[in-house]
Structure formats: structure tokens, C-alpha cells
């Protein structure tokens, strides 16, 4: 048998796992040969901050997160990004070596989606190699996991403008796009919200809103029966930790853990309320019909309006008229005129011009 079948026969026999596998890691995490590596890593090039963000939010997609939280913060030419996800999770034991080059967990999956193809994990070594620090603050399996990337924004660029938000327009085929501004950490973060506003949900803010969205977050989800047996709060999923704890001081260890800093005062604020949480980031450029203003135009409506044919508007009106009879009747009134019938926009009104009998 020649070489080039002798391959063919192990990666038939093995589906190509044996080839592309260097060192099995364990709890499904595995070290890929160099040549696999290549083939998937080729995309994964980070050449600003931006693109950091991106690849921490997918790879929370690719832990199964439903919620992802960004809490970005700068001082001097330092940006921190603190990213906490309810995804499955990373055994302690591998909260190191995730970070080491060809390691991934998506051996037999990779996705293809608008920024390229993407395995889990393949993208840290990268961004551990263009960053100050790089690491996991804390995750377990089946809890979630927070990670704290510092940049050098002096040797990794960001966009000058990182409080603008980019608006969002309808296509020709209705499908939804983010037009315009800025391709800033918060473009970013609402890109990739729009791509998967079906399956996730991602809050976007600084470290004192983000904590204050985690704490209400966990109480919609804490299960309070689970909680009277619960001697440790590390033992709760990661999200649901801080609406668990005790105190304002136990509050601010939990953050500190998780990779927020904020202060005790502003514990004690979180926690009576005073700190509004943060809506989902797309809410901010998808208004709802509650929190939208006069001049707000709601994406998610029908804006044709509505159309009736001019024999179904007659039949109305006849019904109208006939369903009228009882009230006239007993309050002795009488149509003047034949029951009117306006159509606006997505409202019917139908209006009577009466005569009282008496």
C-alpha cells in the first residue's frame, strides 16, 4: 500500500480524527495537529480590539450561551473587557491551557458564520498573543465562565468613537442591517446580536451596569427552594451568583471573582435598586412600541397598513348598521346616515351619525 493510501485507509478507519489530533486534553478539549490548526485558524488574524470582541462573543455562541455579558471599561490606554456567558463551561483544570495554541473543543464541528469559520477556542491563543493578560477569572462546567482580556490600546488599535451607536434599516426583502457609524466595540457587539437574536441575548455596558444586570438576571432565574440548601453560592451558576449573595460585602467578592470591580457603595446601590439594569443590547436600536418615542419608527411593525376592498367595506357597514338596531331602540336614536367606515394604517373606525328621538 503507498503512502497516499495508507492515509486514506486511517482516516477511513478513524474519520480523520487520528490525523488531526496531536493530545487529547480531556473533557472533550484537544490539541490539533499543526496542519488542522492552519486550515482553521487561517481567519482568526486580530488586528483590533474590535476583533477581539467578536471572537469572545463567539466564542461564548460556541459554549451553548443563551446570554452573554460585555463589560468593557478604559483607563489611560488600558481597555478591559470582562465577558461572563452561561455556556457550559470550563474545567479548571483547562482554564490555562485553552489558551495554548491548536487547543480547541470543536474537533468535529466548526462554524462558518459572517466573520469566517470558527472553532471553539481557537481564537484565544491569538488574542492571548496581541493583549496584556488574557484569562479566565472563573468557570466551571455546566455553570458558565467569565473571562478578563486587557488590551494596550497604544499596541492594539480601537476605534477613536466608542459611544456611538450605529442605527439599523430595513432591506429591500425587509431582512434587518446596522447601517451606518462607527465599526466600534458596540457595533460589534449589536452585528453579532442581530446574527443571533433568535438564540442569544447580549447586554453591553460598563462593570457597575453589568453587575447590575447580572444581580436582576439572577433572580428572574435563581431557584430560591435550590438556594435554602445552598452553603456555597460558588456552587450556583455563574449568573445567578450575585442575586445569591448575602450582603453588599459578599456582593462585591462575587464581582471581583467574576472580573467586575466595583466598590462597596456601589454594591449597597445595586442592591436597593438605585442601578437601573441594562436592556439587551439591540433594544437600544430596535425600540419596542413601549419605550419608543413619537418620531421612533418600530422595525418589528407592519407599516403597509392595512387594505379592504370597497364591497367588504359596504358589507361592514350594513352588518354595523344592523348590529346598531338594539342601541337605537332602547336609548330611542336613529341613524342619519349609513354607518362610516375608516381604515388607517393598521386601525378600522367605524363612525355613526345619530338623531335623538327625544
Known sequence: MTGEGLIDFIEQVSGGTHLRVEENLGDGFVRLRSAEAERRQAKHDVRCVEDIVIEMLRNARDASAHAVFLATSKEAAIRTLTVIDDGVGIPANLHERIFEPRVTSKLETMVMDNWGVHGRGMALYSIKCNVEEAKVACSQPSLGSSFIVSIDTEQLSEKTDQSSYPSIEKDDEG???????????????????????????????????????LAEFGHRRLDTDALLFCDDIQTLPLC?????????????????????????????????RQIAPLKPALEKVLPTRSNRGSGDIDLYKDNRGLKLAKEDVESFSREMERAFEPLAERYYLSLTDVPKIRVKGDTITVRFQIDKEI
Open 240 to 272: 445567578e451568583r450575585l442575586a445569591a449573595s448575602a450582603d453588599a460585602a459578599e456582593f462585591v467578592e462575587t464581582c471581583l471573582a467574576m472580573g467586575l470591580s466595583i466598590s462597596e457603595r456601589t454594591a449597597h446601590r445595586i442592591l436597593s
Open 175 to 213: 431582512n434587518l442591517h446596522i447601517t451606518k457609524g462607527p465599526h466600534n466595540i458596540i457595533r460589534c457587539a449589536l452585528e453579532f446580536s442581530l446574527e443571533h437574536r433568535k438564540s442569544i441575548e447580549v447586554y453591553l455596558g460598563s462593570p457597575v451596569e453589568v453587575a447590575a444586570t
